[in-house]
């Protein structure tokens, strides 16, 4: 029942994604991301079989657990394209994987409406699509080169590394800098030129000592580079906003059809939900390419401007929730997508400015990783059946005025940002 799926097997998913995500996150650097990447693919062709065959409650909530998996190892596909190029590659490696994901994710949706809208195929044919496709992919995976060094577990020393790289967002397709002999330190070769077999300090001939060792030597870089990281002021308000927004995104989004559904039920009426995910993520790719260009002082009205476009998301979401029109609530899910992938760009481009390749996966994991947190409590409170349980209707309203309550926040904060920026321009005029 409509219940069932909203209130005790959706929160499934958010419960073993956070519980996943970190333990990946060391996991995927020490096994050196191939085996990960090959875990993310058996994963979901277990989510895919079971979406088609499982029966009963229990089994769905199992799948959820599965799909957890799934996006919780997403992080080693990313990480996994800087361990076996070249630097000088990063630029545009990283467009060709951007563009890849986003041209899967509008094919899909779109060649799903066809099929349904004029081909008049079932949603388990869908899924048949989807699971031999992601069959494809595992076994495309097992060819991969298996990388012989990672950025903690299996990295080079730092007297080889002493330059900063400066790395965007793998999933924003911004640009890359690196200084120009960090290509030329040993252990970052063209991992094409690096023998499989390769003698060296690899983990198969540490000792079990040696490898806990490693393991405590990485968890104290880790929590020095997090406190150096979050020290800076800028830096902890980009990611403050990063994630208290990127956890109501995801609760929107993991409820959005359930509320379309509500509105107008499937079966009544042909609905149109995989050409608006189509048109949301195009669209929004055309604003993460249009922001690139806008050169402002995001330094003085970074904060302002995340709570008006905030603001504008709440507004979407009300909307959504409050006018029982399902095309208004299509234009309405786009606008706030198109919002938050906008906005989500200029965060990921202010924090990964200044920050190396190993502090960026990092503060890129801690941000995730309290999104998720503040997601599951959200999810208890709100959703699941053992807490509140409220219909969709009340949940959206919550995540709307949630949305507000950020752009309230940020427009204070960014008030007296710029309140003190003038008051410290004054000073310095008068002194001089």
Known sequence: ?????????????????????????????????????????????????????????????????????????????YSYIYSVIDVNLYQKVTSYCRSATLVGYTVGSVSGQVLVSMAGWSLFSLNVISLTSISIAFGTAWFLPMPQKSLFFHHVSSQ??????KVMDCKNGSAVQDHPNVQRAPGWEDETKVPLNGEGHSAEKQSMWERKVDIVKVLKDLWRDFLQCYSSQTMLCWSVWWALSTCGYFQVINYAQA?????????????????????????????????????????????????????????????????????????SYVVFRIIYMLLITIATFQIATNLSVERYALVFGVNTFIALA?????????????????DIFTQFMIYASYFAAISLVFLGSGIYSITRAYRRQEQMQSRS
């Open 1 to 77: 029942s409509p219940p069932q799926v909203f209130n005790e097997i959706y929160p499934v998913w958010t419960y073993s994604y956070l519980a996943l995500l970190f333990p990946v996150f060391l996991a995927t650097d020490y096994l050196r991301y191939k085996p990960v990447v090959l875990l993310q693919g058996l994963s979901l062709i277990v989510t895919w079989f079971m979406l088609l065959y499982a029966q009963g409650l229990r089994a769905v909530q199992f799948l959820e657990f599965f799909y957890g998996m799934g996006t919780a190892t997403d992080v080693a596909y």
């Open 160 to 165: 080889h590394l002493s330059w900063e790289m």
């Open 259 to 331: 509320l379309w559904e509500m509105v107008l039920p499937s079966h009544s009426t042909e609905i149109y939900n995989g050409a608006v995910e189509a048109a949301s993520t195009l669209l929004g790719a055309v604003a993460v390419f249009v922001v690139g260009h806008i050169k402002t002082s995001w330094a003085m009205w970074g904060e302002v401007a995340l709570a008006l476009f905030s603001f504008l998301i709440a507004a979407a979401v009300y909307i959504m929730d409050t006018v029982r029109n399902i095309w208004v609530c299509y234009a």
């Open 374 to 390: 503040l997601q599951t409590l959200l999810t208890l409170i709100v959703v699941d059946a053992s807490g509140l349980g409220l």
